[in-house]
């Protein structure tokens, strides 16, 4: 019996002793990296997480840090699931000695949970290319940076694609667009969107939800076989868009009408259905796959070193370099903040300045060896977003290939909406949006 | 109309076997220990994580026979490690040790294999067929890596039935089934038999993640499915093998017929944002079940005395 | 030496009753309730609030709540997920359409509309028990997740299916600081579990007990299984949907269906399986164990300076719980209120064998 109680009292030790933390030199800038290399949507989460690590590495090992301040980050691994990832959050955010620089939350459901605490505590999100699509309004989600493109964005993108292809939005009238989505808010942010054109072109919208974590999706395809919509708009993340593609090789529905947004068209996505992916298009967010001009300076600093988290071989891939652009936006952010307040580390607040003012042009964006990949970003207090631009690409059975030129959302479909959404939220929490000097 | 329908049903069945292979490996251990397992899933990962990983490295024929040594290995330490010391516990002591277990597969499964989408290529058939396109427009659509799915689901119940009806091993495990006390006054090695009944789960489990694995890819989401197999298990009787079978085509074939037909009704009249009915339609569906019969459709009469 | 009950005499049939019939238990409870209301928060870090003590509270009150079903009645619940969503709707709803209802009416409104909604999935209960049941009672765990991600006026239309509470207050102070959120979910705790641990001595109580022990015996001498089985429903419904109210507005602050998702209501039976069946203290304990090893194990590396990847952090996190999970069961089926006792009964004897 006493063995139990010594059991038992050690394990009271052990929690006791839970509660420290190491302390941190001064002039370093801590970012936390929310990220998932475990559970269902690993596949997806490992590479995006990879870049991240890889482009912080890259710019202490290159330059010694942002302007001299060495970049100290740490990872939390949240499972893609909203409650861990708040306390990831919790845990890491008061780290360093100015706190944590920005969160990159990486899953719209925490995006959604940590909107509420980023004004308290006065963090920036980057939600790049996900969370809210209102949030792109920054006069009422002052903390709120869904960079590069919303899901609105991406869904007008891909609807304009598909009235391109069709000779223009009129012909879109009398047909069958599905929306096969995660059941979570990822999955339901471009219904407004679709919605709003669906009854501006008059083209019926099939809503056919999945259930996380989408492996059992046999009565949707069915009921796509059974409908025939003319196209299939895909919103799906992590297992859920491969078993998807390969319901759509199952039910003999032709890929090369399905169309993903930029989180369903990655390689984890289309390689395990192996042939049956070829034809399969998705949104990209800007950014093509392939190393480019950044993976010179990757392979000297960071790869050659021993440094790198991948595989050198998959620093090519869709989602690694989204990880990188990620991070990259983030440290350009730090930048920003940085001309403003001097060359050192930035509070949370100061970081939110220099996100907003954030100016990526050509040139720089060439300086920064990203050419290529990136449009111009220009973001302001009224646009958080910076840019609507994406492609289409085409997985061609061994690479995706862009196969459009760019698109951009009509801001007088989207903007309109966000003002109004956003609107509503700002009346249900009771927040008096900032006025926005005219742009 | 008709096409949709009968296709629908076809589809559902086939799934339904799916279901009924998972089912089956809950209903071999409740049946001989009284523990639901709910582990099920969680082996049902690691034996397809194994044979996916194994069959990287070395041909399909050497791999297989592998993988069901290591599930016959996990069955002996769960045996060993949790079963023996939790002996004459409650029954749902023991299904919070199974839920501790799944816990401990899941992180090691990943630790050991790692947590990418993995494959396992049977050589089966991915590109569906269509019959009797003469009577329906656009013919019927058949799955056919399903379909041999079901043969191969069929062989392993007449395998399993007749390991149970016609060997010593079997005669044993169904007395022990019977009564515990009673089997062990005969002389039957109660620990010995339970090793047994684990392993032959693990290798029904090693069966279904092939299965599931060669058509959807084998990755973490798979020890989820455990859940559909749930409902099968109340419908058909927890300890029935033709209950788990038959439930799991009525869940499968009910589910996906409620979802396909009255999914756009329900979405309709309430005004919906999307169906996905078919995610709760089992368990009431097997719900429904238990209220004219209590004990599943083949579960044994309970007598209760005080 | 020290927890003796020598010369403690009952002179009264109320002391005979008392919830702690021996002094150091009652100095030892008042104590701890003390130093939560006045040193905790003194002592306590913003993390320690928000990722631990908050969630440990609020989880603690669905422990209780499903502790009252599982192990007083007996009746094996899968579905605290759901009637947790239930509270946490029905408190949304009702603060966005009745604005001028106080907070604290809206979380007890929320309990009584988790409450008929328990009722109603604890009918088949009447039928059928054990296993079945549990299986059965997911069925409401899934029926309801799905119900508040597709209906939409439960999410206020929104379109992302996701809702957010807006600033609280109560009788106008505001709950806003992780400490006054602290403090009114303990308050709230502290009455919650007084209530059960009357309930479970009553009348009310015995009869769950009954019924769990030998529902046909409980039958014969007069128990009504209906009233038994179902007032255990409603009240155990009623404790989880305030908890999970609570966890919507205090510990979430958004939310949608996933958070209430099947894995909430395993979370919470390891609670009360770890924690003890048909224990209110192994209820706080079970909570507390099941919130706080996770995050233990997981930030255990970086503390003693081991590099891990995260990846491997997480594996072994899962590993080491369900490990821990089946070691505990082994030393102590019966958890660490168990454990609680056993250690009390040694302390009465320590130093001296005799």
């Known amino acids: 019996m006493s063995r139990k109680i010594q059991v038992f009292a050690v394990a009271l030790v052990l929690g006791g002793a839970a509660f420290t933390a190491p302390a941190l030199a001064q002039n370093e800038q801590f970012i936390p990296n929310l990220v998932y290399r475990t559970g269902a949507y690993a596949p997806n989460g490992i590479p995006f997480a990879n870049g991240v690590a890889d482009y912080y590495n890259l710019v202490n090992e290159r330059d010694g840090g942002i302007n001299g301040v060495k970049i100290v980050f740490e990872e939390c691994d949240t499972g893609y699931a909203t409650d861990r990832g708040v306390e990831c959050y919790e845990r890491l955010k008061g780290k360093g000695p100015t706190g944590a620089a920005y969160v990159i939350p990486l899953s719209t459901g925490i995006t959604y949970a940590l909107t509420e605490k980023a004004p308290v505590d006065k963090i920036p999100i980057i939600s790049m290319g996900y969370g809210r699509a209102d949030s792109r309004d920054g006069s009422v989600y002052q903390w709120n940076f869904p960079m590069v493109g919303t899901y609105w964005t991406a869904a007008d993108i891909i609807l304009q694609h598909i009235a391109k292809k069709e000779g223009g939005f009129d012909k879109l009238k009398g047909k069958k667009v599905a929306l096969v989505y995660h059941d979570s808010p990822y999955g339901k942010e471009p219904i407004t969107l679709l919605q709003k054109r669906a009854s501006m072109h008059s083209f019926e919208l099939m809503l056919l939800p999945v259930t996380h974590p989408g492996v059992e999706q046999k009565a949707t395809w069915l009921q796509i076989r059974q409908n025939r919509p003319d196209y299939v708009l895909l919103w799906g993340w992590g297992v859920m868009n491969s078993t998807a593609i390969k319901e759509a090789v199952a039910v003999a529905y032709p890929r090369e009408k399905m169309y993903g947004v930029w989180w369903s068209g990655a390689e984890p996505d289309v390689r395990p259905a192996e042939d049956g992916a070829k034809g399969y298009n998705a949104a990209t967010l800007q950014h093509s796959a392939g190393q480019f001009k950044l993976h010179e300076d990757l392979k000297k600093f960071v790869y050659d070193k021993g440094k790198g988290v991948a595989k050198w071989d998959e620093t090519g891939e869709v989602l690694y370099i989204r990880g990188v652009i990620n991070a990259m936006l983030g440290v350009e952010g730090i930048r920003t903040a940085q001309e403003k307040y001097g060359k050192k580390p930035m509070t949370g607040e100061q970081v939110r300045w220099g996100l907003e003012n954030l100016n990526l042009t050509a040139a720089r964006i060439k300086q920064l060896g990203f050419e290529g990949v990136l449009q111009p970003i220009k973001l302001s207090c009224s646009d958080h977003e910076g840019a609507r631009t994406g492609r289409i690409q085409t997985w061609d059975g061994k690479n995706w290939k862009i196969t459009s030129d760019w698109y951009t959302g009509d801001d007088s479909v989207i903007g309109p909406l966000v003002k109004e959404t956003a609107a509503k939220y700002a009346a249900e929490k009771k927040i008096t949006p900032v006025t926005c000097p005219a742009s | 109309m008709l096409g949709p329908i009968i296709e629908t049903f076809i589809g559902g069945l086939l799934t339904g076997i799916l279901y009924s292979l998972v089912a089956l490996g809950f209903v071999l251990i409740f049946k001989a220990s009284g523990v639901f397992n709910f582990a099920q899933g969680a082996m049902v990962l690691f034996a397809a994580l194994s044979l996916a990983r194994l069959s990287e490295v070395m041909p399909l024929y050497i791999a297989l026979p592998l993988t069901i040594a290591i599930m016959v290995a996990l069955a002996y330490a769960i045996e060993f490690l949790v079963l023996r010391p939790l002996i004459n516990q409650e029954g749902i002591i023991l299904f919070m040790a199974t839920l501790g277990v799944a816990n401990f597969l899941d992180g090691f499964g990943q630790t050991v294999w790692g947590s990418d989408i993995y494959k396992i290529d049977l050589g089966m058939p991915k590109n569906p067929i269509f019959i009797f396109e003469s009577v329906f427009p656009g013919g019927l659509l058949i799955d056919p890596s399903e379909l041999i799915a079901a043969v191969i689901c069929a062989v392993l119940v007449v395998v399993l039935a007749i390991f149970f009806q016609v060997t010593r091993v079997g005669r044993a495990l169904r007395a022990v089934a019977d009564d515990h006390q009673a089997a062990q006054s005969v002389g039957i090695p109660l620990n010995q038999i339970w090793l047994m009944v684990w392993a032959v789960a693990g290798i029904v489990a090693l069966v279904a993640g092939m299965m599931w694995g060669a058509k959807l890819g084998v990755q973490f989401s798979l020890a989820l499915v455990a859940l559909k197999a749930l409902p099968v298990l109340i419908l058909g009787g927890f300890t029935s093998i033709p209950g788990a079978i038959i439930g799991g085509l009525i869940i499968g074939a009910g589910e996906k017929l409620a979802e396909v037909i009255l999914g756009p009704v329900l979405i309709r009249a309430f005004d919906l944002a999307g169906g996905g009915i078919e995610n709760w339609f089992a368990y009431v569906l097997a719900l429904m079940f238990l209220l004219v019969r209590p004990q599943g459709l083949f579960g044994e009469k309970i007598i209760e005395r005080v | ?354």
């Open chain 3, 1 to 354: 030496m020290f927890y003796r009950e020598a010369g403690q005499f009952k002179t009264t049939y109320n002391a005979d009753q008392a919830i702690f019939p021996i002094s150091q238990d009652r100095w030892f409870v008042t104590a701890v309730v003390l130093f939560a209301f006045l040193g905790v928060p003194l002592l306590a870090g913003q993390y320690l609030f928000t990722e631990v003590l908050i969630p440990v509270l609020i989880l603690a009150i669905a422990a209780i709540g499903l502790n009252i079903l599982t192990g007083y009645c007996g009746q094996l619940s899968l579905g605290t997920g759901g009637f947790m969503a239930v509270g946490a709707y029905a408190a949304y709803n009702l603060a966005l359409r009745l604005p001028e209802l106080n907070i604290i009416v809206v979380f007890l409104l929320a309990g009584v509309m988790a409450m008929l909604v328990g009722l109603l999935f604890g009918l088949p209960s009447l039928r059928i028990k054990g296993f079945y049941l549990a299986v059965a009672t997911l069925a409401s765990q899934f029926f309801l997740e799905w119900a508040f991600a597709r209906v939409k006026w439960f999410t206020n239309y929104a379109p992302s299916g996701s809702v957010a509470v807006g600033k609280i207050e109560f009788f106008g102070f505001p709950i806003e600081t992780p400490m006054q959120k602290y403090l009114f979910v303990l308050t709230l705790v502290v009455v919650f579990a007084l209530v059960a641990k009357n309930l479970v001595r009553s009348r009310i109580g015995r009869m769950w007990m009954a019924t769990r022990d030998m529902d046909i015996a409980a039958e014969i001498i007069g128990i009504r299984p209906l009233t038994a089985k179902l007032s255990a429903f409603a009240i155990s419904s009623f404790y989880i949907g305030v908890a999970g109210a609570l966890w919507g507005f205090l510990r979430l602050g958004a939310w949608e269906p996933l958070a209430f998702d099947i894995n909430r209501s395993f979370q919470v039976l390891f609670m009360i399986i770890i924690g003890g069946l048909g224990s209110i203290l192994g209820s706080f304990l079970g909570a507390a164990f099941i919130v706080l090893t996770p995050i233990f194990l997981n930030q255990l590396p970086s503390w003693l300076g081991i590099p891990l990847s995260t990846a491997a952090i997480s594996h072994i996190e899962f590993m080491v719980f369900g490990a821990l999970i089946v070691f505990f069961l082994i030393i102590e089926p019966h958890g660490l209120a168990r454990l609680w006792a056993i250690g009390k009964e040694k302390l009465r004897l320590w130093p001296f064998p005799y």
